[in-house]
C-alpha cells in the first residue's frame, strides 16, 4: 500500500560484496514494477523495471527478481560500490483504471569501503 | 530534454504564511504526481493529475492543500496557512499518457522549511 511514516530500514554492505534489497508488495492485481535510487538531496531515479509475466530481469550489475506467490520483490546489486549508498524504493503499479504508482517504505543502503 | 523542473529549491516560510511549490513536467509528459517525503522516510503519494484535472487527491490534507495542472503552465502545490508539521521535501513526478508502463520520472524537490 502507501508507504507509511515508518523510519527506513538500513542494510549495511562491504564494499565488493553483493547487496540483497526486499520488498513486499500489497496489491496481487498490481502487473508492473519498478526499483528506484534516491540519493541524498536527490529525487527519485528509475534503476529497472519488471513486468508481472517476468520474475527475473537484469541489468548492468542489478538483477529484479520477482515472486507474485508472495507478492515479494527483491534488487540484487552486485559488487557494490559506494556511489551505491542511497535509499533504494520498489513500486508496484496495476494498469487497471488509471496506473497509479504505489512506493514501498524504502531501505538505505550503506556501502562500507 | 530537461527533466522535471521543481522550484524552488528551498523555500522558507514563517508560520501561517502560503508555500507555493512548482513544478513543469518533461516535455510531452501530462500526468503529474506529487509526493511528500519526511526525513528517513518514504515517498507518501498525495494528488495525481492530469492536464486541468484531478484523478486522485486521496493523500491531500482535506484542508489548506490544493493542487492544479493547468492547460499552460507548470503544476502548483499550494499550501495555505503553514504549520511546522508542514516542513518536508516535496517531489513531483511526471508521465507520459499511453504509455504501457508508467515510469515516473522525478525533480529534485522543493525542501520547505517553516519557521
Known amino acids: 500500500g502507501e508507504s507509511v511514516g515508518l523510519h527506513l530500514p538500513t542494510l549495511s554492505v562491504q564494499e565488493g560484496d553483493n547487496s540483497i534489497i526486499n520488498c513486499a508488495y500489497s496489491?496481487?492485481?498490481?502487473?508492473?514494477f519498478i526499483w528506484y535510487k534516491q540519493e541524498s538531496g536527490k529525487g527519485p531515479q528509475f534503476i529497472i523495471d519488471i513486468r508481472s509475466n517476468m520474475d527475473k530481469r537484469q541489468g548492468q550489475r542489478v538483477t529484479v527478481l520477482l515472486n507474485k506467490t508472495v507478492k515479494h520483490l527483491s534488487l540484487q546489486i552486485a559488487a557494490t560500490q559506494p556511489g551505491d549508498s542511497a535509499v533504494y524504493f520498489c513500486?508496484?503499479?496495476?494498469?487497471?483504471?488509471?496506473?497509479?504508482?504505489?512506493f514501498g517504505t524504502g531501505t538505505k543502503l550503506q556501502v562500507i569501503p | 530534454n530537461a527533466g522535471v523542473m521543481q522550484n524552488p529549491r528551498h523555500l522558507v516560510r514563517r508560520r501561517g504564511q502560503e508555500a507555493r511549490l512548482r513544478c513543469s513536467p518533461m516535455?510531452?509528459?501530462?500526468?503529474v504526481y506529487w509526493y511528500r517525503q519526511l526525513p528517513e522516510e518514504g515517498l507518501k503519494f498525495m494528488v495525481y493529475l492530469q492536464k486541468e484535472n484531478i484523478i486522485d487527491e486521496s493523500g491531500m490534507p482535506k484542508e489548506r492543500f490544493s493542487a492544479e495542472f493547468p492547460k499552460e503552465g507548470p503544476s502548483i502545490l499550494r499550501i495555505q496557512q503553514v504549520v511546522r508539521g508542514d516542513s518536508a521535501a516535496y517531489f513531483c513526478?511526471?508521465?507520459?499518457?499511453?504509455?504501457?508502463?508508467?515510469?515516473?520520472?522525478f525533480g529534485s524537490g522543493t525542501q520547505l522549511s517553516v519557521l
Open positions: 513526478a511526471s508521465s507520459r499518457p499511453g504509455q504501457a508502463e508508467e515510469k515516473l520520472f
Open positions: 516535455k510531452g509528459h501530462s500526468h
Open positions: 513500486a508496484e503499479i496495476n494498469s487497471g483504471g488509471y496506473q497509479k504508482v504505489t
Open positions: 496489491n496481487s492485481a498490481s502487473d508492473y
